[in-house]
C-alpha cells in the first residue's frame, strides 16, 4: 500500500509560482509510474505530468510545458512540482498519484495511489 500526501497549495496571483510536493509512505519501486493531475470544479481531471520514479524524462501536458518542472528527491520519497507564470485558469485541485507501469508506460487507468490533493487558487 502507498500513501500520497501533497502539501504546497495556496493561493497566488496571476504570474506567480508555487511549488507542490508530494511525501510518499509504503512501498514505491523504482521505476513505477508517478504523475500530477488537476481537477478544475465542474471539469475532468487533467494529466499535467507524468514520469517514472528515479528516471531521466517527464511528459508534460503541451498547456505547462516550459512553466512547470518536476523533481524527484528519492531518498526522500517526494516528488515536486515547481509552477511557474500561473494563470487563472489553473486554479484547481492538484493531485499525486503512483502506480505501477503498464506495458512500459503510464497510462492514467494504471495510477493506483492517490493522494488527498492540494488545492491552487489563481487569482486575476
Known amino acids: 500500500q502507498v500513501h500520497l500526501v501533497e502539501s504546497g497549495g495556496g493561493s497566488v496571483q496571476t504570474g506567480g509560482s508555487l511549488r507542490l510536493s508530494c511525501a510518499a509512505s509504503g512501498y514505491l519501486a523504482t521505476n513505477n509510474c508517478m504523475g500530477w493531475f488537476r481537477q478544475a470544479a465542474g471539469k475532468e481531471r487533467e494529466g499535467v505530468a507524468t514520469?517514472?520514479?528515479?528516471?531521466?524524462?517527464?511528459l508534460y501536458a503541451d498547456s505547462v510545458k516550459g512553466r512547470f518542472t518536476v523533481s524527484q528527491h528519492i531518498a526522500k520519497n517526494t516528488v515536486y512540482l515547481e509552477m511557474n507564470s500561473l494563470k487563472p485558469g489553473e486554479t484547481a485541485m492538484y493531485y499525486c498519484?503512483?502506480?505501477?507501469?503498464?506495458?512500459?508506460?503510464?497510462?492514467?487507468?494504471?495510477?493506483?495511489?492517490w493522494g488527498q490533493g492540494t488545492q491552487v487558487t489563481v487569482s486575476s
Open positions: 498519484a503512483a502506480g505501477p507501469r503498464v506495458r512500459g508506460s503510464c497510462p492514467v487507468e494504471g495510477f493506483l495511489y
Open positions: 514520469f517514472v520514479r528515479g528516471g531521466a524524462s517527464t
